[in-house]
C-alpha cells in the first residue's frame, strides 16, 4: 500500500486532526481548542495516501530533547486499520534521530502489541516504555 508520511502541522489539517482524535476512548470529547493547544506544543506526525492530503492516521510527541520522549495520541482512521499504516508511522517516530537515543513512554489501554514490535515494555497495566538506542 502506498501512503506518505508528514510531520509538522504545516503539512496537516488541524479539522484533521480533530476528525481522528474524536473517535478514541481517550481523546473523544477533547474539546477542539485544546486539542490545538495540544498540537501546537507537540512534534506532530501523520499518514496520508497518495493524491489525498487527508490525515489517516496521527500521533503526536512531547519531548525534553535530552533525556525522554512521550509519544501521545497515536490513532489509525478506522477505515484503514490493519494495512500497516500504525505500524509505519510508529517505526517512522522511534527511529527519527530526534528520540532513537531517549528513553520513550507511552500511554496504552489496548495496543501492546504494536508498541513491543519497536522495544516498548510494560512498565505497569497501561504505561509502557523503551529503552533508549545506544
Known amino acids: 500500500m502506498e501512503y506518505r508520511i508528514v510531520d509538522g502541522l504545516d503539512n496537516m489539517a488541524l479539522a484533521d486532526i480533530v476528525r481522528l482524535l474524536r473517535t ?3 481523546a473523544g470529547e ?6 490545538e493547544a495540544a498540537v501546537q506544543n507537540s512534534d506532530c506526525y501523520g499518514v496520508c495516501l497518495p ?3 487527508r490525515l489517516v492516521a496521527f500521533a503526536r510527541v512531547v519531548s525534553d530533547g ?6 501521545a495520541d497515536m490513532v489509525v482512521d ?3 486499520r490493519g494495512r500497516g499504516l500504525g505500524t509505519a508511522l510508529v517505526s517512522h517516530i522511534v527511529t527519527c534521530p530526534a528520540y532513537a537515543p531517549l528513553r520513550g513512554f507511552l500511554f496504552t489501554r489496548d495496543a501492546h502489541g504494536l508498541y513491543r ?4 515494555e510494560p512498565a505497569s497495566e497501561r504505561v509502557m ?6
Open 24 to 26: 478514541t476512548y481517550w
Open 30 to 35: 477533547r474539546p477542539a481548542e485544546v486539542i
Open 51 to 53: 493524491g489525498d492530503h
Open 66 to 71: 535530552a533525556t525522554m520522549y512521550y509519544l
Open 78 to 80: 478506522e477505515a484503514w
Open 117 to 120: 514490535k519497536f522495544g516498548f
Open 129 to 134: 516504555v523503551k529503552a533508549p538506542k545506544g
